[in-house]
């Protein structure tokens, strides 16, 4: 009988490549997002969509480096950690509340499912905003509204399904075409006004651009990105310097489809300020927009009835 002596344990496998590979392609994602092509289902949209999530791959590839004990791995992860934080690091430092502005504005979606719009409209009007821009105010609920929020703000403007409450004056209200070519004639989701306050006439925009799917043949935002293409051309014309932007633009500030209105406003975009769904919020789809002017700051707002949070900006008009 021959007996074979064991050298002892086997070393543990250390190759953490396969993790590694992982990491590098999750820091690929995040920092060139925009060349991930959108002619398959839009899957660029998708991805940019969701993009600050992409971040949590960070913690969970970590998980199996370190049971691999792999230097590899874990130097990998650094690469994706980086990148997060170059993009979306600056939202995680602390707000300037308080910081000098002329205007507050709250901007908020309040569902055409609100089980209780009075009950909405009176959390609105404790904000104690200078303005309020609604989407998806039905005609069952616009009584309510009204009601509620004229005694605080005399001045309002509604067009179809948005509207526009001020402290102060509102004149040359009017529709904005945002419509996408194949839907009926009576979809109207996009408004313009002139806020007159002691620092000169302001335009201001409220927009509810088409929902977008998620099914089968992927991320469906065709009609969101051709409302888009017509509301930054409404802002190219308008003739006011400046400009208030307000609205649900059914996605984040990264997606591509919204670049025609992105690329010629300012967002107010300190913190993240994920407004939908109210629930558990996942994504900003709800913005705050200004062109001439300053966002100072910008917040979420308690839950009303709807599946959207209220978002709230401060703005300096003045120079």
């Known amino acids: 009988m021959v007996v074979e002596q064991s050298d002892g344990p086997a070393a543990p496998r250390r190759p953490g490549r396969a993790v590694a590979a992982m990491a590098v392609l999750v820091s690929v994602l995040l920092a060139f997002h925009s060349a991930v092509p959108n002619m398959a289902a839009h899957l660029g949209s998708l991805l940019e969509a969701f993009l600050p999530w992409v971040g949590l791959a960070v913690p969970v590839l970590l998980i199996p480096a370190l049971l691999r004990r792999s230097a590899l791995a874990l130097g990998a992860l650094a690469l994706p950690a980086a990148t997060w934080l170059v993009l979306f690091g600056g939202q995680l430092l602390p707000a300037h509340r308080g910081a000098a502005h002329d205007l507050t504005v709250v901007q908020h979606n309040i569902s055409d499912e609100n089980p209780d719009p009075a009950g909405s ?71 313009r006004s002139t806020l007159r306050t002691p620092h000169g006439d302001t335009a201001v925009y409220v927009a509810h651009l088409p929902s977008v799917r998620i099914g089968v043949r992927g991320f469906s935002s065709g009609r969101r990105d051709e409302s888009a293409v017509a509301l930054g051309a409404a802002l190219a014309a308008e003739p006011l310097e400046r400009v208030i932007l307000l609205g649900d633009f059914n996605s984040t500030l990264d997606d591509r489809g919204l670049a025609p209105v992105t690329s010629r406003m300012t967002p107010a975009e300190s913190g993240f300020g994920f407004s939908w769904p109210a629930a558990f919020p996942l994504a900003r789809i709800d913005h705050i927009m200004t062109r001439a002017a300053t966002p100072t700051d910008t917040w979420t707002l308690p839950a009303t009835g709807s599946d959207h949070l209220p978002i709230a900006a401060s703005i300096k008009l003045s120079p």
């Open 121 to 191: 409209a009176r959390s609105l009007a404790r904000t104690g905003a200078d303005l309020l821009a609604l989407e998806e105010l039905i005609p069952a609920a616009l009584p309510a509204y009204e009601a509620v929020l004229t005694p605080v703000y005399p001045y309002h403007a509604v067009v179809g399904t948005v509207g526009l409450w001020s402290k102060y004056p509102l004149v040359d209200s009017r529709p904005v075409d945002i419509k996408p070519k194949d839907l009926e004639a009576d979809w109207n989701r996009g408004l």
